[in-house]
Nanobody
Framework: QVELVESGGGSVRAGESLRLSCAAS????????MGWYRQGPGEERELVAS???????NYGDSVKGRFTISGDTAKTTVSLQMNSLKVEDTSVYYC???????????WGKGTLVTVSS
């Protein structure tokens, strides 16, 4: 069973930065896309950023210009650099990897990011 393990969450003040990292317990074959989602209390899970196997990045509107995603499909690792954090970025962040060969997504257990004013 492959596990995705996130790290780098924590508590910061508005305007500060955090870097989230995610690594698979073993390399996942046939990765189509990797990304980060977040879900706050009582909210639906939303896309924060994704990166395709070809290196094309996509961002949610609320994080464009502040967050940067990077990844290595050969190692099944993905990171999210979060700058200029806002209070509304407070959420649990989940790593996601979709494998076309496995025909399924993989999810991490989540890491909490708390931004205070």
């Amino acid at each position: 069973q492959v596990e995705l393990v996130e790290s780098g969450g924590g508590s910061v003040r508005a305007g500060e930065s955090l870097r989230l990292s995610c690594a698979a317990s073993r390399v996942i074959v046939g990765v189509h896309q990797m990304g980060w989602y977040r879900q706050g209390p009582g909210e639906e899970r939303e896309l924060v950023a994704s990166i395709s196997s070809g290196g094309v990045a996509n961002y949610g509107d609320s994080v464009k210009g502040r967050f940067t995603i990077s990844g290595d499909t050969a190692k099944t690792t993905v990171s999210l650099q979060m700058n200029s954090l806002k209070v509304e970025d407070t959420s649990v962040y989940y790593c996601n990897v979709y494998s076309w060969s496995a025909g399924r997504p993989y999810w991490g257990k989540g890491t909490l990011v708390t931004v205070s004013s």
